[in-house]
């Protein structure tokens, strides 16, 4: 199979370097030097992964990320001198699958790129239905399902239907990782693109709501992959 890569990078030497290293790779590769000619190159074509810089004439990596999410959900490696750890966050944050600090080995990025594609192109896992009892109690959370509320550490939430729904399909799944992709099935029973990248906002809002409780921390991100609850850990502060 060919993949088709788009890399934007501001640094014209750079991509004529990464397109000679890869003419051997199975990978038909598109370049842009700039947001606006990315963005152009997204509405026109499809790609399997992008490659992209943080920082660009006309934005930020963030900027383009946001916009990319805004269209369609494309797995996205960065590349980029920056080794600060704050830009290595948001990069996740904003659904990057991984990160990349330059100067770097070839044959790592090439391992990075392929292990990128092999997540976001394999079968998606399959979740069973989720059966559901009146009520649950998992350590510190204590579900009313017939009453849609959930307490933690004996606090009352306010969460929206949503919200709860979510936070019961991870804490009713310990340490099981689900893809936003099979979240938005479980939230929305379809695949629409919208909702996939409004899991992100879901579960930052959600850990919002947690943080007074302290139990934010069991939601967890599995880099590239999605969210899981980190039941080991509740368990060390129980």
Same mark, same amino acid.
């Given at each position: 199979?060919?993949?088709? =890569?788009?890399?934007?990078?501001?640094?014209? @030497?750079?991509?004529?370097?990464?397109?000679?290293?890869?003419?051997?790779?199975?990978? @038909?590769?598109?370049?842009?030097?700039?947001?606006?000619?990315?963005? *152009?190159? &997204?509405?026109? +074509?499809?790609?399997? =992964?992008?490659? /992209?810089?943080?920082?660009?004439? *006309?934005?930020?990596?963030?900027? &383009?990320?946001?916009?990319?999410?805004?269209?369609?959900?494309?797995?996205?490696?960065?590349?980029?001198?920056?080794?600060?750890?704050?830009?290595?966050? =948001?990069?996740?944050?904003?659904?990057? $699958?991984?990160? /990349?600090?330059?100067?770097?080995?070839?044959?790592?990025?090439?391992?990075?790129?392929?292990?990128?594609?092999?997540?976001?192109?394999?079968?998606?896992?399959?979740? !069973?239905?989720? !059966?559901?009892?009146?009520? =649950?109690?998992? %350590?510190?959370?204590?579900?009313?399902? &017939?009453?849609?509320?959930?307490?933690?550490?004996?606090?009352?939430?306010?969460?929206?239907?949503?919200?709860?729904?979510?936070?019961?399909? &991870?804490?009713?799944?310990?340490?099981?990782?689900?893809?936003?992709? +099979?979240?938005? *099935?479980?939230? #929305?029973?379809?695949?629409? !693109?919208?909702?996939?990248?409004?899991? $992100?906002?879901?579960?930052?809002?959600?850990?919002?709501?947690? !943080?007074?409780?302290?139990?934010?921390?069991?939601?967890?991100?599995? #880099? %590239?992959?999605?969210?899981?609850?980190?039941?080991?850990?509740?368990?060390?502060?129980?």
């Amino acid at each position: 199979m060919t993949y088709k =890569l788009l890399i934007v990078n501001k640094d014209r @030497e750079f991509i004529d370097n990464f397109i000679y290293s890869f003419k051997s790779e199975d990978y @038909e590769i598109t370049a842009a030097n700039t947001i606006k000619e990315a963005m *152009d190159l &997204l509405k026109a +074509n499809s790609f399997e =992964l992008a490659i /992209i810089d943080m920082q660009y004439k *006309d934005g930020t990596g963030l900027d &383009l990320k946001r916009k990319m999410n805004d269209m369609r959900d494309i797995p996205t490696l960065v590349v980029s001198e920056s080794n600060e750890p704050n830009d290595k966050v =948001l990069a996740l944050e904003y659904g990057c $699958d991984d990160y /990349i600090v330059r100067p770097f080995y070839l044959l790592e990025l090439k391992a990075r790129i392929r292990a990128v594609l092999r997540r976001t192109n394999r079968a998606e896992i399959k979740v !069973e239905p989720i !059966e559901r009892a009146d009520s =649950l109690i998992k %350590g510190l959370f204590e579900f009313n399902i &017939l009453g849609r509320k959930v307490k933690v550490d004996s606090v009352e939430l306010d969460l929206t239907g949503k919200e709860f729904d979510l936070l019961y399909i &991870l804490v009713s799944n310990k340490n099981k990782v689900f893809t936003r992709r +099979n979240l938005a *099935d479980e939230l #929305w029973k379809g695949i629409d !693109e919208s909702n996939i990248r409004t899991v $992100d906002v879901h579960i930052r809002r959600l850990r919002e709501k947690l !943080e007074p409780t302290k139990a934010n921390k069991f939601i967890q991100t599995s #880099w %590239g992959e999605g969210y899981y609850f980190d039941d080991t850990y509740m368990d060390k502060k129980r």
